[in-house]
């Protein structure tokens, strides 16, 4: 079957601009989290939904950062005003019910702000 | 912030050796994972390991877990240059939703 799937793969955009990152999980997955990642380093947590409600946003940066999964399946990472610090490897994973369940990730979306 | 803490940060085998990374982490732990990230890919789940448990095998991947030391280790025996790869420890608190990520290890198999 289909694995994570994100897009874009890749997303140059210019400072202040606005960018939406979309990912699509496994099927029947309830829990899909996105993560950040700087070259040479673990991926760091930005949020965590079970189904369609955040369940742990603690690590969003700022207010600039915000996500959505309105239907329980697809999410969507935004961010706005776009910083040049901004600049990581976006991954989205899925598990099947959350805690006690491997995380299944996408490839990730590489961001550039310049 | 990363719970956990991968040791050594950079591994040079040959092929055929024994790979032995471990993690340490800070806080009572639900499960600890490892997972494995070649360059520029996303990240692929090798084994869970929860907290009742001091050992477990998948293939030749080896992983303990001392929680009265709070460490863990990952041996893969018998290498091959396809193991290259970074490679992750995470951490699943004992309160909490989130899975947390160390720094990882970056293991070079050379054939």
């Known amino acids: 079957g289909a694995g994570v799937s994100q897009t874009p793969s890749n997303k140059v955009t210019e400072k202040g601009k606005y960018v939406e990152l979309r990912c699509d999980p496994i099927?029947?997955?309830?829990?899909l989290y996105w993560y950040r990642q700087s070259l040479g380093q673990g991926p760091e947590f930005l949020i965590y939904?079970?189904?369609?409600?955040?369940?742990?946003d603690s690590g969003l940066p700022n207010d600039r950062f915000f996500a959505v999964r309105p239907e329980g399946s697809v999410s969507t990472l935004k961010i706005q005003r776009t910083e040049r610090g901004d600049s990581a490897m976006y991954l989205c994973?899925?598990?099947?019910?959350?805690?006690?369940?491997?995380?299944?990730f996408g490839n990730g979306t590489r961001l550039t702000v310049t | 912030s990363q719970q956990g803490e991968e040791d050594p940060q950079a591994l040079s085998i040959q092929e055929g050796e024994n790979a032995t990374m471990n993690c340490s982490y800070k806080?009572?732990?639900?499960?600890l994972q490892w997972y494995r990230q070649n360059s520029g890919r996303g990240l692929v789940h090798l084994i869970l390991i929860r907290s009742n448990e001091r050992e477990k095998h998948s293939g030749r991947l080896r992983v303990t877990l001392d929680t009265s030391k709070k460490s863990s280790s990952l041996l893969i025996t018998a290498s091959r240059a396809a193991d290259t790869a970074s490679y992750f420890c995470?951490?699943?608190?004992?309160?909490?939703?989130?899975?947390?990520f160390g720094a990882g290890t970056i293991l070079r198999v050379k054939s």
């Open positions: 995470a951490t699943d608190k004992e309160y909490g939703n989130k899975l947390v």
């Open positions: 099927s029947g997955h309830t829990a």
């Open positions: 994973a899925s598990s099947l019910w959350g805690r006690n369940s491997p995380l299944h």
């Open positions: 939904f079970q189904g369609t409600g955040a369940a742990d």
């Open positions: 806080t009572s732990i639900n499960n």
